[in-house]
């Protein structure tokens, strides 16, 4: 027996939830809405009307150029992941399809790797890209963010293959597959939707992360997380202009987040919740 | 059945993850245990050497170390607390059926995706400025003063924004774990005559424990080491009311070029960071076994 829902309760339970929703969502909104507004609007008290006007975003891809830390964005978040995922999907076939008594050891070592906080090392490392030449590189930078995510990456892949049902890959054995025929035949077909979530969720968290990337760049490699924070010492009237560069900065990652709700719950929690 | 050859494979395949992240993990921590127990100025040469463990006293005895330690903990246990409640009530409000729950899902979890530095900014221009800031347009709408938030109450201020960050990450995991919930367990309790209280402390809490124990877990980890919203916000003042261990560890290192200390700082982080991290292990690793 369903338990009729009445109209009343789903009235309530809407209003409520949409206020809520709305409160949380204000600061975006609020920041969206700024960046249509001139420079003296901006700060002429609360009001959720813009004139409607374009040029806080030309003056912000004017003056400080956006669109090369956009650029960099992209290549960093991309490439790292990308690079990851080269490395990981061979060590996460074989952790899910030929496990040993050490590979549950291993994918532990490997999550703990990502404990470390990165203040710990960031002396050292900054010390090994100076003397390399990386620091302010995309190359040394790209690297990095693939370090960093190497073992989230690793452990999502895991979580996906191990539901590959291995009977599959036996009939394909019996065939007489051999192992590379396995993967990129059998295997990578259906891997394919594992592999399309565990990278979306990665280019989300490479596009986001605020502490090597602001460290070790200055202005060749520097991607947005960098551009943003050198706004957090303002000169005269930037309130129209700080909302444009933020806007501009989240649009494209909270667009791809909004697709990624599941993923996000699946990769973050190491498929302990689904 | 694995082969001995397959078995090699295995190896040779895992190979690259597994020395990528040693050699990650153990070059750079080697490091920062060798320069602290080195006095090392990258801007005065001339006074290096071994110094025993003075580094850590230093450090230890230096009045902003008891602060960032304090600073670290508070802005931890305020955000989880913060996050687990809220995500809570705001995941059953969420569970309810609603009109537009795909939109509703959308707005509440848009923050999550807000870069720290974004968040931070947006927060202390637009909506905690005591001049232009939302905030304070309401204050003044209600005639009261309003509140300087990074001046006088800036550690507040930080945890406000942080759990903004995360507390759309709480809510999204328990509602998946709530919806999860048999539907006809509920219906049971509630003919059974359970109120809405116990059935929520009976039957809610404990199916929600699982994903309430991965959020704090997880938080955590990220919670230790909150950096970018103290760097554009606060800068971790005023004085050290809002500095944390890792600006601290940032402040010693690449501003004071006290190498030494910021490395034994570094070290007690780490410390910090795997007393978490064992019980954060033992956790998922329990879920790994079902």
New interface residues.
């Given amino acids: 027996?369903a338990?009729a829902?009445t109209t009343q309760?789903?009235t309530i339970?809407?209003a409520?939830?949409?206020v809520?929703?709305?409160l949380?969502?204000f600061?975006?909104l609020?920041?969206i809405i700024?960046s249509f507004k001139s420079e003296q609007e901006?700060?002429q008290?609360?009001n959720l009307i813009p004139s409607g006007t374009f040029e806080s975003y030309s003056e912000v891809q004017q003056q400080s150029g956006y669109f090369k830390f956009f650029f960099n964005s992209v290549l960093l978040s991309v490439g790292s992941t990308i690079l990851a995922l080269i490395?990981?999907i061979?060590?996460a076939?074989?952790?899910a399809?030929?496990p040993?008594k050490r590979t549950?050891d291993?994918?532990?070592w490997?999550?703990?790797?990502?404990?470390?906080?990165?203040?710990?090392?960031?002396?050292?490392?900054?010390?090994?890209f100076r003397d390399s030449g990386l620091l302010d590189s995309r190359i040394g930078l790209t690297v990095m963010l693939m370090?960093i995510n190497?073992?989230i990456v690793?452990w999502m892949l895991y979580t996906y293959f191990r539901e590959i049902p291995g009977e599959i890959l036996e009939a394909a054995r019996m065939d007489g597959a051999s192992?590379w025929n396995e993967i990129i035949y059998v295997l990578t077909p259906m891997a394919v939707p594992g592999i399309a979530s565990t990278m979306l969720l990665n280019i989300?968290l490479a596009?986001?992360e605020?502490?090597w990337t602001?460290?070790l760049t200055t202005t060749n490699a520097a991607p947005?997380?960098a551009f943003?924070?050198s706004?957090?010492s303002?000169q005269g009237l930037f309130?129209a202009k700080?909302?444009a560069a933020?806007t501009l900065?989240?649009a494209p990652?909270?667009i791809?987040?909004?697709f990624s709700?599941k993923q996000?719950?699946r990769g973050?929690?190491?498929?302990?919740?689904? | 059945m694995?082969t001995q050859q397959?078995?090699s494979?295995?190896?040779f395949?895992?190979a690259?993850?597994?020395i990528?992240?040693f050699v990650?993990?153990i070059?750079?921590?080697l490091?920062?245990l060798w320069?602290s127990f080195q006095q090392y100025n990258p801007l005065n040469p001339m006074r290096d050497g071994f110094v025993g463990f003075s580094n850590y006293a230093l450090f230890y005895s230096n009045p902003a170390f008891l602060y960032s330690i304090l600073n670290t903990l508070t802005i931890v246990v305020s955000v989880l607390v913060i996050t687990v409640v809220g995500g809570i009530l705001?995941a059953m409000?969420?569970d309810?059926?609603?009109?537009?729950?795909g939109?509703?899902?959308?707005?509440?979890?848009?923050?999550?995706?807000?870069?720290?530095?974004?968040?931070a900014?947006?927060?202390k221009?637009?909506?905690m400025h005591p001049?232009?800031g939302?905030f304070a347009?309401?204050a003044r709408f209600f005639g009261a003063q309003p509140i300087d938030w990074f001046g006088q109450h800036p550690l507040t201020a930080v945890i406000l924004i942080v759990a903004?960050q995360w507390?759309?990450?709480a809510t999204?995991?328990l509602l998946?774990?709530l919806q999860?919930l048999d539907g006809e367990q509920k219906?049971a309790a509630?003919m059974d005559g359970a109120g809405f209280l116990s059935r929520f402390w009976y039957l809610t809490l404990p199916h929600m424990s699982?994903?309430i124990t991965?959020v704090i877990l997880?938080q955590t980890?990220f919670l230790?080491?909150i950096?970018?919203e103290i760097?554009?916000?606060t800068n971790g003042g005023p004085g050290y009311a809002s500095t944390n261990?890792?600006f601290l560890?940032?402040q010693k290192?690449?501003l004071e070029f006290k190498?030494g200390q910021?490395?034994a700082g570094?070290?007690i982080?780490?410390i910090?960071?795997?007393i978490?991290?064992f019980f954060?292990?033992r956790a998922?690793?329990k879920?790994?076994d079902k």
């Fill in positions: 027996m338990r829902v309760h789903k339970a809407t409520a939830a949409w809520v929703a709305l949380i969502f600061p975006i609020y920041t700024t901006a700060i008290g609360f490395v990981a061979p060590a076939w074989s952790m399809f030929s040993t549950k291993i994918l532990m490997m999550l703990s790797t990502k404990m470390m906080p990165a203040v710990a090392v960031l002396f050292p490392i900054y010390l090994i370090l190497l073992p690793v192992l989300i596009w986001n605020a502490f602001i460290r947005l997380t943003i924070s706004f957090s303002p309130w700080l909302s933020s900065a989240i990652i909270l791809m987040g909004w709700q996000l719950v973050l929690t190491f498929g302990a919740v689904k | 694995a397959t078995r494979l295995a190896r395949m895992m690259p993850s597994v990528l992240l990650w993990m070059v750079p921590l490091f920062t320069f705001l409000l969420l309810q059926p609603i009109w537009g729950q939109i509703v899902r959308i707005l509440v979890i848009s923050p999550f995706f807000v870069m720290p530095p974004v968040a900014l947006v927060w221009n637009m909506i001049q232009y939302v347009d309401i903004w507390l759309p990450f999204l995991i998946t774990s999860s219906e509630e699982r994903a991965v997880i980890i230790l080491s950096y970018a760097l554009v916000t261990l890792p560890v940032y290192a690449l190498i910021a490395s570094g070290v982080a780490v910090l960071a795997n978490v991290a954060a292990m998922v690793g879920n790994l």
